[in-house]
């Protein structure tokens, strides 16, 4: 009996040392490391920039006042449709100077100073044609005695330079006299509408094209000077998309490259095409305070205009240049990938170990990265390795 108490009491011992053996080496044996994971697969790919811009109107016409005046108030609205030649805004002549004859005599002798200046600049035209004539017709006989070797070259020379100064003065002339008559002109209306005292000649000002109205920026009536906007005109049916991207993305976008807009209010998306890149870029301060320096895009829409008729001047629309796309592409997440030295490198899984491969990658975009060599396709990978995760050690699926 008391030898059976005994062997019990060694098993119950050996059972005891044995749970306490397991549960030291359960303790102290390395833990899989939990880890998110990923896979590489073929997909389509698309490598992309984007950025917010908004719609304009291709062709936009600011209309100013011609001359000093004050402007009768504007009956139209935003968004009325003018025909081209109408009247925008009448402009009533200054009238500092009705009653002053000194100023009417003044335009009058500006006026005849004037006439006479064009006839100068005509009989200088003339003279200037006579001559240039003279000096061509030199200029060919004197070709025609070089080719038959009668005369020098020197001979030559200078007969095509007589013929090239007679030219360059016909120009002058002609500009003398496109100037002069620009004179004439202003001397004239300065007479009719500045100092006749002739209060009830309306200046019109006239639409150039047909369109509707864009903006008033005059409204009400009042004193306004010459150049000063008075209305903008445009045909909202014609629009384009305006875009500022980083100068670094610029570089990559060329004429005709393929635009897809996204979240521009109504279904389905919009496709265009960059019309021109501009040359110039330009500096702004990022949300954030950050000096940038960006290039205007400008797209043309290429989808169907009924699709996109519903947009207007100034509206917002999400633009993403597709700078590469391909429709079968052996790709990884972009955050499985570290570097390693000079070049890339992802931790694949292969029978619960983490085993580090060196990846050369193609195109990539924030989300995916193309695989050129060193990962196969179905193969997982592990998404954002930190630091535990090494060469050969175990791992889990988180």
Known sequence: MKNNVQWRRRIVLALIGVLVAWGLYQGFRPQPVEVDLGKAIRAPLRVTVEQEGRTRVVDRYVINAPVNGYAQRIKLEVGDAVAGGATLVQLEPSRAQVLDVRSRAEARARVAAAEDSVSSAEQRVDAAVS???????????????????????????????????????????????????????????????????NTENLVPVRAPVA????????????????????????DPSELEVEVDVLSADAVRIHPGTRVIFERWGGEGTLEGAVRKVEPGGFTKFSALGVEEQRVWIIIAFTSPRERWQRLGDGYRVEASFILWEANDVLQIPASALFRDGSGWAAFAVQQGKAVKRSVEIGQRNGLNAQVVSGINEGEQVIVHPDDRVRQGVNVVAR
Do not use: M, W
Request: aromatic residues 4%; positive net charge; hydrophobic residues 40%.
């Open 211 to 234: 369109g509707r109205v864009l903006k008033i920026l005059h409204k009400s009536e009042g004193a306004v000077t010459a150049g000063q906007p008075l209305i903008e005109i445009g």
């Open 131 to 197: 001559k240039a004539n003279l000096a061509r017709i030199e200029l060919q006989r004197v070709q025609t005695l070089r080719k038959a070797g009668h005369v020098s070259e020197a001979v030559e020379d200078r007969a095509a330079s007589e013929e090239e100064r007679s030219a360059a003065e016909l120009r002058s002339a002609q500009f003398a006299v496109a100037t002069a008559r620009h004179e004439l002109e202003a001397a004239r209306t300065y007479l009719k509408y500045g100092a006749s005292g």
